[in-house]
């Protein structure tokens, strides 16, 4: 897949171009990057970073970092894409010199987007401008309770389940690796301990189970009560594995909320939660 931050950058050709923020790349998203694959043109992504609204003043807890948006984006077919810095300079542009700079210049024919799509100064661009324009304009209805905003919700509230079935894939969250205070080894559970993004959304503290790299995984998320900790950490103990993961990329999919966090009578009992933690991690289904 090729990726752009300039108009100028892509190859003249006839495009499907799907326009919008697409974070989280959720159920709702996927059916307007199908309905420009649908078009038989070059289906293409415009798309912005940052995210328009954290630009506008708004704090925006992401579901998706940029690069993960894009290896969605190629995973469900994309060509191209064009990663639009979001700026002031941006922002103020006209919705008609928007449409004329961006997508008229890389030949953009066929344009999807979901039905409220609005775009230019102020918002004031809508589809029904890019029809007067002379695009192709493919309208696609908001699938009904599917929004990035409810899996916000639902993520918030620790409901892993619920919010896969929205996003048409397990809810992830993903950082670097970074040193810990190794204690997991010292317990015989080696933990990844993952540095996250500041503007990622993590979900609710507790321990989940999931994947990460192919492997089965017990998650914990949350300040390590039983040590008596205060810092938000999120570690992944994953089954089977023996390598080093030090200043590696993870991306966790999370598939099932176990249990709260919590503070343990003694260094035994934490041993057999974390037992019975690895236990129903490796019973646990991908919930789609």
Known sequence: MNVARQPEELATARRAVAIGTFDGVHLGHRRVLEAARAAHLRPTVVTFDPHPRAILGNRVELLTTTQRRLELFEELGVEDVLLLRFDAALAALAAEAFAASVLGAIGAE???????????????????????????????????????????????????ERAARLLGRPAEVE??????????????????????????????????????????????????????????????????????????????????????????????????????????????????
Not at 110 to 128: E, Y
Not at 129 to 145: A, I, K, Q, W
């Open 175 to 288: 950082g670097t690796v970074v040193l810990g205070d190794q204690r997991g080894g010292t317990l015989g559970f080696p933990t990844a301990n993952v540095a996250v993004p500041a503007d990622l959304l993590v979900p609710a503290h507790g321990i989940y189970a999931g994947e990460a790299l192919g492997h089965r995984a017990a998650i914990s998320i949350g300040t390590n009560p039983h040590y008596g900790g205060s810092e938000r950490r999120v570690e992944a103990h994953l089954l089977d594995f023996g390598g080093d993961l030090y200043e590696e990329r993870l991306v966790i999919g999370l598939w099932e909320r176990l249990r709260d966090e919590a503070a343990f009578g003694s260094e035994a009992e934490l041993v057999a939660a974390i037992e019975d933690d690895v236990r129903r991690s490796r019973a646990a289904r991908r919930p789609v």
């Open 110 to 160: 066929v344009v999807t987007a979901g039905d409220g799509f609005r775009f230019g100064h102020r918002r004031s661009g809508d589809l029904d401008l890019l029809e007067r324009l002379g695009f192709d304009v493919r309208r696609v209805p908001l699938v009904e309770s599917v929004s990035s905003s409810h899996v916000r919700q639902l993520l918030a509230a620790g409901d892993v």
